[in-house]
């Protein structure tokens, strides 16, 4: 439609997919392995609509456009009640400079700012067969997890996204066992799993091995042992908070590569206070 493609998620019932009793194991697609190929993922906080937007969207754009993600995760969706909301501005630029139409699930989690309806969301090219979100244990803010099975070139996946609780490590342990039970819920044995997000911790919290327990593969330090791979607070990041997960299962994907982008300081603007990142897996 002309608006790129949205499925509204909490702002309107009919963009919701699957069943109101919830998708069950049993529901999902039998796997079709196609040819060899790639799957290219993107996870980004997009900060909101602070710090100069305008010139910080023509950087994430250029740089979105460029890599042609298949999935993307966002954390910091925000949107001035009947104003400006820079997921819609940043689809509506990407549809200009890529000519594809992109499918959206959003959840709004909580006000930020004493501005901004904020959250999280989920963008892809390609049709979501299954979109929803499901609620995290309470911390300083609500928090959310989005949930979506998208129909890739190279077959259907789990894709997700959250952000978590950053003020409490205990909090954010029972957010991330939330996050891993809900994926465990939907998610087929024959079915990859990608988890995007800022997970407000490094390596060294409770996130890390509740999902590497899981059969969780951190692409970032699967593919590049020895390098911190800080993402946080651009532009000189001290700590990896930002992270890209796969669970394989039996799906044959496989980790390929995985790189900071948005990492350039363009006329004293980066395009957010994060670093992005964009990985590759195959199959």
């Not at 819920?185 to 407000?200: I, R, Y």
């Not at 692409?219 to 890209?244: Q, S, V």
Request: charge should be negative; glycine fraction near 10%.
């Amino acid at each position: 439609n002309g608006d790129g493609g949205w499925l509204h998620g909490d702002r309107a019932d009919e963009g919701r997919a699957g069943s109101e009793d919830g998708w069950r194991n049993e529901d999902a697609p039998t796997l079709h392995v196609s040819a060899p190929g790639e799957v290219k993922i993107v996870s980004l906080n997009l900060r909101c609509l602070l710090d100069d937007w305008d010139a910080r969207l023509a950087l994430i754009a250029s740089a979105l456009a460029g890599a042609d993600p298949d999935l993307m995760g966002f954390e910091e969706a925000c949107a001035e009640p009947g104003g400006r909301d820079n997921l819609a501005e940043l689809v509506t630029a990407l549809t200009e400079a890529t000519g594809r139409t992109y499918a959206v699930h959003r959840a709004v989690t909580h006000w930020s700012w004493d501005l901004y309806d904020e959250g999280i969301a989920v963008v892809t090219p390609h049709a979501m067969r299954h979109a929803d979100d499901v609620e995290l244990p309470p911390g300083a803010f609500t928090r959310r997890l989005v949930r979506t099975r998208v129909v890739t070139p190279q077959g259907p996946l789990v894709m997700a996204t959250t952000h978590l609780d950053h003020l409490t490590a205990e909090v954010r342990a029972a957010q991330i066992a939330a996050v891993r039970d809900a994926l465990a819920e939907l998610a087929g044995p024959d079915e990859a799993v990608v988890l995007t997000g800022d997970f407000n911790e490094g390596p060294d919290g409770s996130v890390w091995p509740t999902l590497d327990s899981a059969g969780y593969t951190d692409l970032w330090d699967a593919l590049h042992l020895g390098d911190p791979g800080y993402t946080y607070p651009a532009p000189d990041p001290t700590i990896r908070i930002d992270y890209i997960w796969i669970r394989a299962g039996a799906s044959g994907f496989g980790s390929g590569t995985i790189t900071q982008i948005l990492d350039q300081d363009v006329g004293g603007v980066t395009g957010s206070d994060h670093l992005g990142l964009s990985a590759v897996i195959t199959r």
